[in-house]
């Protein structure tokens, strides 16, 4: 498989920080700030993969791909309509969050406004990828136990683990040189 994100990805070392009480900006109960935190990790907007890359995806061009129509300064017509995974997995886990605070909005957030039905159903489907790609990655990075005979098994987790990353900014820098807004994207579909 290939990804044309590939050539974006360098990796850098760096701790957790993750204790259960560590401040974060991505934390706590909805907030205007905490919101905001979580859509500019969002970069929902398509990529262009190349109509001679598609069966580098494992994917064969006779299905029915969705495909950019041409359009100025945009993707070239032909190419085909792709969206990054980390991306979908951030809406997926931002999804579930907001879900476990929904008593918390006064109107719904995107995405969970459906029936019961429909909001449990999008809300399993992103318990499933989280899954997935929790067990895809698989980290193995060891966490250590801290002695601390407060707690009932005589010792709490250091989840400040040390690892090895891809470079988010790296990654981010790469999609807003290379995607395009939702306007060059609207689309016709395969031949």
Known sequence: STAPLLEAVEYRDMNFSNRFA???????PPTPDIEEAW??????????????????LGRSPRWNWQRFQMSENGPSEGSYVAGIEVFHQLHCLNLVRQFTWLDHYTTPPQGLT??????????????ETLRIILMCNADVTPFLMEQDQSF?????????????????????????????????SHSSHGQ
């Open 39 to 56: 859509q500019e990790l969002l970069k929902l907007n398509p990529v262009s993969i190349p109509e001679d890359k598609i069966e580098l």
């Open 22 to 28: 560590q401040q974060s900006k991505y934390r706590g």
């Open 152 to 184: 009932a098994v005589g010792g709490r987790a250091d989840f400040n683990a040390y690892h090895r990353c891809k470079d988010w900014g790296k990654i981010v820098e790469w999609m807003d040189e290379n995607s395009f807004s939702s306007s060059t």
């Open 114 to 127: 459906g029936s019961a039905v429909e909001t449990r159903m999008h809300v399993d489907h992103c318990l």
